[in-house]
């Protein structure tokens, strides 16, 4: 097979880890495999990256509202023109509907990949209507959980398959501390790290996250929250920290790439699965809390469904509310009682092992393709 896989995401980047998992646990296991993404500005045009050929789009920005995803689906379709491929698989943007048009469908199958339901307000329910819209253009289709399939397309509605989120194992694994980085952060041996990675968008309410820190560092003096990400609301964050007088126990990183996330990971004691408790985040499976507990971290997660997919209260974490008393109070348990600490740990990689990348593509992904070009179109 010959796979082309899109995605408005960096590769590999942060924010789209399944973009670059599936290509190169697909490359790996002797698919010709090519990838187009957007590029930054010192990255190369074209690059074989792990056994992928990657093709990069300069782009000035992957923003919400950003033009340049014109320009993206132009060029885009310019490089699957010029190149054979039996399918493309898209991992859903906004604008990607038009894609197959422009770069025809005569010799490929079209596979539109939902990873999430609309986020971000105002008018959820009109972004997904244009969801289903752009998503009727394609042979087939894939979600990831039945609640992005019920609230996008319909309860119970037919699609190809529902294809989890899953981790790097040989990526995310339990590892001693980097000390370079405890060095550059000031930590000690003796600090109970709290580590946070994702996203630093306002809809994400890392604010609450924040002020539930406050509560631990009232009583905890050992306490350090460590905060990996980029986002438009870093600034507004890193004022919160100074306005709660927690600068010195907070640490904000930054963007970070994906190749070197385990190693923030390892300086942490517990990580952070935070997620607001609200109807278009509910039904989202995480990715970093699977990574998390593939590192053998003990998680503690905000109760959402996409949260109980990976976390099992009480036996590799803790689930609680999104209010900041409340992540507040089970920080502090977390801290207090290490026995517990270390029994959450010691079940956290086992926990995960079925969500393992190479195993999903293998087992799920693949035959998903090769139903899509044995099928045809697909009947939703």
Same mark, same amino acid.
């Given at each position: 097979m010959r796979i082309c896989h899109v995605g408005f995401n960096f590769?590999? $980047?942060? $924010?789209?880890?399944? =973009?670059?998992? =599936?290509?190169?646990?697909?490359? #790996?296991? $002797?698919?010709k495999v090519t990838a187009i993404a957007p590029g930054r500005?010192?990255?190369?045009? *074209?690059?074989?990256?792990? !056994?992928i050929r990657v093709h990069r789009i300069a782009l000035s920005s992957i923003g919400r509202f950003s033009l340049d995803r014109i320009r993206f689906l132009i060029r885009a379709s310019q490089i699957i023109r010029s190149e054979a491929f039996d399918l493309i698989h898209v991992y859903a943007f906004a604008g990607a509907g038009p894609l197959p048009l422009l770069a025809g469908r005569r010799r490929s199958k079209w596979l539109y990949d939902c990873q999430s339901s609309a986020i971000k307000p105002p008018f959820l329910r009109l972004q997904n209507w244009l969801i289903r819209v752009e998503a009727s253009l394609f042979?087939?289709?894939?979600?990831?959980?039945? %609640?992005?399939r019920?609230?996008? *397309?319909?309860? !119970?509605?037919?699609?190809?398959?529902?294809?989890?989120? !899953?981790?790097? /194992?040989?990526? =995310?694994?339990?590892?001693?501390?980097?000390?370079?980085?405890?060095?550059? =952060? !000031?930590?000690? %041996?003796?600090?109970?790290? *709290?580590a946070y990675c994702g996203t630093?968008?306002?809809?994400?309410? @890392?604010? &609450?996250? /924040?002020?539930? *820190?406050?509560?631990?560092?009232?009583?905890?003096?050992?306490? &350090?929250? /460590?905060i990996v990400g980029d986002g438009s609301e870093l600034e507004a964050l890193k004022n919160q920290a100074r306005a709660l007088g927690l600068q010195d126990r907070i640490t904000f990183?930054?963007?970070?790439?994906?190749?070197? @996330?385990?190693?923030? /990971?390892? @300086?942490? #004691?517990?990580?952070?699965?935070f997620v607001p408790m609200e109807p278009h985040f509910e039904h989202q499976p995480p990715t970093k809390t699977v990574e998390y507990l593939a590192q053998g971290l003990?998680?503690?997660?905000?109760?959402?469904? $996409?949260?109980?997919?990976f976390v099992q209260h009480e036996f590799n974490g803790l689930l609680c509310e999104d209010r900041a008393e409340s992540v507040g109070l089970s920080m502090l348990e977390l801290i207090r009682d290490t026995g517990k600490r270390t029994r959450l740990a010691a079940n956290a990689r086992d926990s995960v092992r079925a969500y393992d990348w190479s195993e999903i593509v293998r087992t799920q992904v693949v035959p998903v393709y090769r139903n899509v070009l044995r099928e045809g179109r697909f009947a939703r």
């Open positions: 590769f590999p $980047g942060r $924010g789209l880890t399944i =973009f670059y998992e =599936f290509a190169l646990n697909q490359a #790996r296991q $002797g698919i500005p010192d990255e190369p045009a *074209f690059q074989i990256v792990d !056994g042979d087939a289709v894939t979600v990831l959980s039945e %609640g992005i019920d609230i996008v *397309f319909g309860e !119970g509605r037919s699609i190809q398959a529902i294809v989890p989120l !899953g981790a790097n /194992l040989d990526h =995310f694994m339990p590892r001693s501390p980097d000390p370079a980085l405890m060095s550059r =952060f !000031g930590f000690s %041996g003796t600090d109970c790290i *709290f630093l968008d306002h809809n994400r309410r @890392i604010d &609450k996250l /924040l002020a539930a *820190f406050s509560v631990v560092a009232r009583s905890e003096e050992t306490a &350090k929250l /460590l990183t930054g963007f970070v790439p994906y190749t070197d @996330i385990p190693a923030y /990971l390892s @300086i942490a #004691r517990i990580a952070l699965a003990p998680v503690l997660a905000t109760n959402t469904a $996409g949260n109980r997919v």
